[in-house]
């Protein structure tokens, strides 16, 4: 079992930037690929992006890529999503969640609760 909680999130005028963060605690945090995955009102649940285990892949859907950055620090049990330039677009709740999976995924076995973002034109 792993928990994961996103913080970070928040309201930000086009154009800028947030970096949201996911803590997990539970079982070994390594043995696991982490992703970022978001939901916009109204839509169903999107890809964003995805590390691996070890961070020596990582992968982002079309729509952010070049603005969106994932990385993961193992030894602190955290992954990021550094969100620049950022667009009316993006705004959505932002989960954080970890599985077994690799690739533009949305089969991952744990969730976080979830981070708003709200761009603002």
């Known amino acids: 079992q792993v928990q994961l909680r996103e913080s970070g999130g928040g309201l930000v005028q086009a154009g800028g930037s947030l970096r949201l963060s996911c803590a997990a605690s539970g079982r070994a945090f390594i043995v696991y690929n982490m992703g970022w995955v978001r939901q916009a009102p109204g839509k169903e649940r999107e890809f964003v992006a995805a590390?691996?285990?070890?961070?020596?892949?990582?992968i982002y859907a079309e729509s952010v890529k070049g603005r969106f950055t994932i990385s993961r620090d193992n030894a602190k049990n955290t992954v990021y999503l550094q969100m620049n330039s950022l667009k009316p677009e993006d705004t959505a709740v932002y989960y954080c969640?970890?599985?077994?999976?690799?690739?533009?995924?949305?089969?991952?076995?744990?969730w976080g609760q979830g981070a708003q973002v709200t761009v603002s034109s």
């Open positions: 590390i691996s285990r070890s961070a020596i892949s990582e």
């Open positions: 969640a970890a599985g077994r999976v690799v690739g533009a995924t949305l089969e991952y076995d744990y």
